[in-house]
């Protein structure tokens, strides 16, 4: 049986996006969101708040940089990788999710635009925005493409729930 590394995650950034470049030149894209979680605490479902570090390597992290902002709602599909390094004579370790698709799904903080109902935009909608529309084309395969084009929150509305 083969392994299965894939992570799918809706929440909101916790700081605006960082975009540095490695010492030969890629573009690394990295920033946290935090996913709310119900649980009941007794007698009352509570909201407990999950952090993740993400990262978006290369074209497509330059491309999403400047939308990547705090608040801002996002769905990101990526995999887990853990990142080892020795530290004062301790190993440490860390989990990041390595991005392989990103939408922006809704408002934040500075989107008081008025690009619809939740405030925001997916990139199916950014259809007059020329300069970014041809840059996303060149940075997503044929593959990906499908969720950029759907529009709206990217989901029909035949969901039964």
């Known amino acids: 049986m083969a392994d299965i590394n894939h992570v799918v995650l809706v929440g909101r950034l916790t700081r605006d996006a960082e975009l540095k470049y490695t010492a030969n030149g890629q573009a690394v894209c990295k920033f946290s969101i935090a996913v709310n979680r119900r649980k009941k605490s007794g007698e009352q479902w509570v909201e407990e708040a999950n952090f993740f570090d993400i990262v978006v390597w290369g074209r497509q992290g330059e491309a999403l940089n400047q939308y990547l902002v705090k608040g801002k709602l996002i769905g990101v599909d990526g ?3 853990q990142d080892r390094w020795e530290q004062d004579g301790q190993n440490r370790s ?33 259809k007059n925005d020329s300069a970014y529309h041809d840059h996303a084309r060149s940075t997503h395969s044929s593959s990906e493409d499908h969720s950029f084009s759907q529009g709206g929150d990217g989901f029909s509305d035949d969901i039964p729930f």
């Open 94 to 126: 860390k989990i990041e999710i390595i991005a392989n698709n990103l939408q922006l799904l809704g408002g934040g903080a500075s989107s008081q635009s008025g690009n619809g109902a939740s405030g925001g935009a997916s990139y199916g909608e950014r």
């Open 79 to 81: 995999e887990l990788r």
